[in-house]
Nanobody, 125 residues
Framework: VQLVESGGGLVQAGGYLRLSCELS????????MGWFRQTPGKGRELVAA????????YYVDSVKGRFTISRDNAKNTVFLQMNSLKPQDTAVYYC???????????????????WGQGTLVTVSS
């Protein structure tokens, strides 16, 4: 199983980016999916997660109302639309897959057993 992310880059504060992550090797619809981010010296923080059926989502408080997670099971891809970006959103963003078959998106990091390589998002002030 492999996850490949794309869409990171440099953007000014107030701008937007859309991250994509494609899964290959196993049926995408069997995974809950999540987006994490990490800054130097800090652990990975779960930013958003989505259940297998796309009917339930989770967001960390700091991104509620600005970020939207979605998935297209036909394209084996999960997205993170990031609007109204702030300098404090600067981080390496990772997508991750949870194969535990839980009923909804997990906020428990050990549930995520497949990780992408990360994509850098830089928000300038």
């Amino acid at each position: 199983v492999q996850l490949v992310e794309s869409g990171g880059g440099l953007v000014q504060a107030g701008g937007y980016l859309r991250l994509s992550c494609e899964l290959s090797g196993r049926p995408f619809s069997s995974y809950n999916m999540g987006w994490f981010r990490q800054t130097p010296g800090k652990g990975r923080e779960l930013v958003a997660a989505i259940g297998r059926s796309d009917s339930s989502t989770y967001y960390v408080d700091s991104v509620k109302g600005r970020f939207t997670i979605s998935r297209d099971n036909a394209k084996n891809t999960v997205f993170l639309q990031m609007n109204s970006l702030k300098p404090q959103d600067t981080a390496v963003y990772y997508c991750a897959a949870d194969s535990t078959l839980k009923g909804g998106p997990s906020t428990y990091r050990p549930d995520y057993d497949v990780w992408g390589q990360g994509t850098l998002v830089t928000v300038s002030s």
